[in-house]
């Protein structure tokens, strides 16, 4: 039996209890949410997906362009509305620490919140978001829960926005550690952050805050204070909340939806679909906007087949790493000036193919100059780099080494990822997204790539 055979044999003998668990938590959330005020009046349903799992439908109704998907009431969310109006929560902050130069975003803060009411479900029953947080996942699929062995098969960006994520996940704890890591709990007598909230907690609570948050104009919500206590703590704006039941809304970008406040709700509004109608118990989705799977991938922890958002990034890296390997390029000589150029002037940033679109701008620039020119000055290479863009349609060659080195890269990448033992939900993730980059990078190839088995040959 394979790998993936024994996952799944494993995850159907744990689902009947968790769904049964989920269905008792949706149950309970239903309650709480009808009692402040929501009407379900599109009659919307929570469904398991074989693609997506869990999902929304509306058992009764079609939906089409134009048509309204919920209309949730504005006290249901968890926004800085929420917050503030918490006081023991804001009573663990005080304002007289708080400093300039150790500031958190509110998603950083909305996650120790989140641990917070978490902490008082646990303790004592009494939290208010108690049935909403017996709904949220307990664990997540992005590469930043991938194991160690994991990383070290994953692509060099990926890697970077996995360091990144963490480096301020932890920043973010720490400085929350400073600020009330020495208070007790009443409760329980544990002190906060020392013995309640753990870093591996908070990465959970951040993660459950980045994946399922929405976005709102926080200056329409009615704030019970004119006067913030959280601002002076907060780096960027408050414009995020986290949405009970909505946030079990997944992604396609083969739909448009517009998300806004009216009055005292919060409305999400179908305004294109792909199909001239979602028949009952067919999946409902919205749209979190136009996003690469790359973004997907380590933001939410998917992807998406054929994403009609998608490009595939390219680095001076790659391009670095091309030469070294490439016979033909390796001996050639290269002046270091052009690469210090490059870098000075930004030209490495949105270097990206595009399946439709071809080639950016920017990464036949920076092709053109390294393979193309023999001048190195700055003056030259100025004159060059913003001259005549017609000059820079000679990098046919260099752009299919590039793109072949890529598919290369990501299939040693994925060899790489089979050789584990077995793999977390989070690598077998990623391990398909790497297989959708191949994919990707192979119909480019193939669209775009002339005599691109030519180029094969020569390397």
């Known amino acids: 039996m394979g790998r993936t055979q024994r996952l799944r044999r494993r995850q159907a003998s744990e689902s009947t209890t968790v769904d049964a668990h989920k269905q008792n938590s949706l149950q309970a959330l ?210 995020l909340a986290l949405a009970p039941f909505l946030d079990l809304f997944n992604h396609s970008d083969a739909v448009q939806t517009t998300a806004e406040i009216q009055g005292q709700d919060y409305v999400v509004t179908l305004n294109g679909l792909p199909i001239p109608e979602v028949k009952p118990y067919d999946q409902l989705y919205i749209s979190y906007g136009a996003l690469t799977n790359f973004k997907l991938l380590t933001e939410y922890g998917f992807w998406l087949k054929g994403n009609a958002h998608d490009y595939f990034e390219v680095s001076l890296l790659d391009i670095e790493h091309m030469i070294k390997l490439n016979k033909t390029l390796a001996t050639q000589t290269y002046h270091r000036n052009i690469f210090k150029f490059i870098r000075e002037h930004n030209l490495c940033d949105q270097m990206f193919v595009h399946l439709d679109d071809g080639c950016s701008h920017n990464l036949r620039v920076v092709l053109h100059l390294i393979f193309k020119q023999q001048a190195y000055f700055p003056n030259l290479l100025n004159q060059i780099a913003f ?7 000679d990098v046919q060659p260099e752009l299919a080494y590039l793109v072949a080195h890529k598919i290369r890269e990501y299939q040693i990448f994925a060899g790489e990822l089979d050789k584990l033992p077995q793999l977390t939900e989070s690598g077998a993730v990623a391990r398909s997204y790497l297989m959708e980059c191949v994919r990707y990078l192979n119909n480019f190839e193939a669209a775009h790539c002339a005599s691109v088995s030519d180029f094969h040959n020569k390397e």
């Not at 079609?62 to 926004?79: H, K, N, Q, T, Y």
């Not at 020495?182 to 805050?209: D, K, P, T």
């Open 30 to 239: 239903y309650v709480q949410l009808h009692a402040q005020g929501w009407q379900n009046s599109t009659q919307l349903s929570a469904h398991s997906y074989v693609q997506t799992g869990r999902g929304l439908c509306s058992k009764r109704r079609s939906f089409v362009a134009g048509d309204e998907l919920i209309r949730l009431p504005v006290e249901c969310l968890i926004s800085i509305a929420t917050l503030e109006a918490d006081q023991a929560f804001k009573g663990l902050f005080n304002k007289d620490l708080f400093d300039k130069d150790a500031r958190i975003s509110f998603q950083a803060l909305i996650a120790c919140y989140l641990m917070h009411q978490k902490h008082l479900h646990d303790c004592s029953q009494s939290s208010h978001i108690g049935v909403y947080l017996d709904t949220l996942p307990r664990s997540y699929t992005t590469p930043y829960f991938c194991t160690i062995p994991e990383l070290q098969c994953l692509p060099e960006s990926v890697l970077e926005r996995t360091v990144a994520q963490n480096r301020q996940i932890r920043d973010y704890y720490e400085i929350l550690k400073t600020l009330v890591g020495s208070q007790y709990c009443e409760g329980c007598g544990q002190r906060y952050c020392q013995e309640i909230w753990s870093l591996a907690e908070y990465r959970v609570a951040y993660f459950a805050v980045n994946t399922r948050s929405v976005y709102l104009n926080a200056r329409l919500l009615k704030l019970q204070s004119s006067k913030s206590h959280f601002q002076p703590l907060l780096s960027g704006n408050t414009n």
């Open 387 to 393: 001259g005549d863009v017609d000059q820079f349609d």
